[in-house]
């Protein structure tokens, strides 16, 4: 089955930007999604389709994807970006959703 | 505003079956431009996908869950539930509930209830 890689923890300082990646083999033929989960929330989407924003995620969140590596940047990182992100495709050959391991994003 | 809320057991006995409803609010299920899906979390770990349905009741199931898993619609009742089966301590984790979009190739969740936390326990 398919496989997303994220790394574990990532850390950057306040007004940083932080870049998170997510691995999968050809990820750039795929939809790639990316939620937040703060400490004891539900997760939130905050990036759709590779790099598009729902309504109400600040213009400091944006998305890439290409090759075998998609990712996540946060740029001018607050101190309530912190959080847990996980990227998530939908595998067509398998037919089913799959979910990064997630990152754990800690601003120093 | 769509609003999903799940509900059921906090406590399930080991063997037994778990099971949960999702109440959609602000929208309606019978929508025919999403799916709606279920989405667990063991405590201190990640996210996992458990399955999925459309109004019509066509479902999806994560292979590793198939066995055991049933999603079901009500849209009388603007409902989806989940039905797992032979729960063992290893399906203790917060449950969420959530829109599922579909655009070509590709699909999202978005919004998500609050989740609720279900242990299996005796």
């Known amino acids: 089955s398919y496989v997303l890689t994220q790394p574990p923890s990532v850390s950057v300082a306040p007004g940083q930007t932080a870049r998170i990646t997510c691995g999968g083999n050809?990820?750039?033929?795929?939809?790639v999604h990316w939620y937040q989960q703060r400490p004891g929330q539900a997760p939130v989407l905050v990036v759709y389709?590779?790099?598009d924003r729902p309504s109400g995620i600040p213009e400091r969140f944006s998305g890439s994807n290409s090759g075998n590596t998609a990712a996540l940047t946060i740029s001018r990182v607050e101190a309530g970006d912190e959080a847990d992100y996980y990227c998530q495709v939908w595998d067509t050959f398998g037919d089913h959703v799959v979910f990064g391991g997630g990152t754990k994003l800690t601003v120093l | 505003q769509l609003q999903l809320q799940e509900s059921g057991p906090g406590l399930v006995k080991p063997s037994e079956t778990l099971s949960l409803s999702c109440t959609v609010s602000g929208g309606s299920v019978n929508n025919t431009n999403y799916y709606w899906g279920w989405i667990r979390q063991p405590p201190g770990r990640g996210l996992e996908w458990i399955g999925s349905?459309?109004?019509?009741?066509?479902?999806y199931y994560n292979p590793s869950l198939k066995s055991r898993v049933t999603i079901s619609v009500n849209t009388a009742k603007n409902q989806f539930s989940l039905k797992l089966s032979s729960v063992t301590a290893a399906d203790t984790a917060v449950y969420y509930c959530a829109r599922q979009n579909i655009e070509g190739a590709t699909t999202w969740f978005d919004p998500w209830g609050q989740g609720t936390l279900v242990t299996v326990s005796s």
């Open positions: 349905i459309y109004y019509r009741g066509s479902t």
């Open positions: 050809n990820i750039g033929n795929k939809g």
């Open positions: 389709d590779d790099s």
